[in-house]
């Protein structure tokens, strides 16, 4: 999911919680930014900067709308985090914005058929279809008021497109060898993971 030389890059961490992303990318080099919309995630973060000794900025902030110039950074990460609870329409775009030319946007995020074979937030992928593919998008679990947003391959490709981004690569991501019957996410069995991917991870990168 990470550039082999991350010396020098300015990266941008979308979504980045406690900032244990950003954090990998400041031990190799990078000068990474963070931004969240939760001041509890980001009063975590500096906690946990303080207590590791590793010093980069944590903005209050949303995806949808990046608080920076055009063309400030080599590299925008999302570790679910913004490519799942924001808006694609919205901060694909931004993403792209931030983006200088030839930079990179990474993104980990459910796999296509993780979402479509899970019934419910909270319960597991079965071995049947349980929701439509098409028409996918803004999706309300109706648990806590939870809203999470998923695109089919095809809606991926097309907003990067749309957006200015040129897709590289598509990595669908298996479960190692182990106890087929462990869970090893908390929507899928080792059994299930094997057979197919419960996590994607999309890399595109910023036309001139």
């Not at 906690?47 to 080599?74: K, M, T, Y």
């Not at 925008?76 to 913004?82: L, P, R, V």
Request: proline residues 6%; hydrophobic residues 40%; charged residues 25%.
């Amino acid at each position: 999911m990470l550039p082999d030389d991350l010396t020098g890059k300015d990266t941008i961490d979308l979504g980045c919680g406690t900032a244990y992303v950003s954090a990998w990318l400041a031990r190799r080099g990078a000068r990474p930014v963070g931004i969240d919309n939760s001041p509890k995630q980001i009063e975590t973060a500096r906690r946990c900067q303080a207590q590791f000794g590793i010093d980069f900025p944590i903005v209050l902030g949303n995806a949808e709308e990046l608080p920076f110039p055009d063309a400030s950074f080599d590299l925008a990460i999302s570790e679910y985090g913004a490519c799942l609870w924001a808006d694609p329409d919205r901060w694909v775009p931004e993403a792209a914005r931030v983006l200088r030319p030839g930079g990179r946007l990474a993104f980990l995020t459910n796999s296509l058929l993780m979402y479509l074979t899970v019934p419910q937030l909270e319960g597991e992928a079965t071995m049947s279809l349980q929701r439509p593919q098409f028409g996918m998008g803004r999706t309300d679990w109706g648990l806590d008021a939870s809203i999470e947003f998923h695109l089919s391959h095809s809606g991926w490709i097309d907003l990067l497109h749309r957006s200015g981004l040129d897709v590289e690569r598509l990595v669908e991501l298996r479960a190692p060898d182990g106890d087929l019957d462990e869970v090893v996410d908390d929507m899928a069995s080792r059994r299930w993971a094997r057979q197919w991917p419960v996590e994607e991870i999309w890399i595109a990168r910023r036309l001139a």
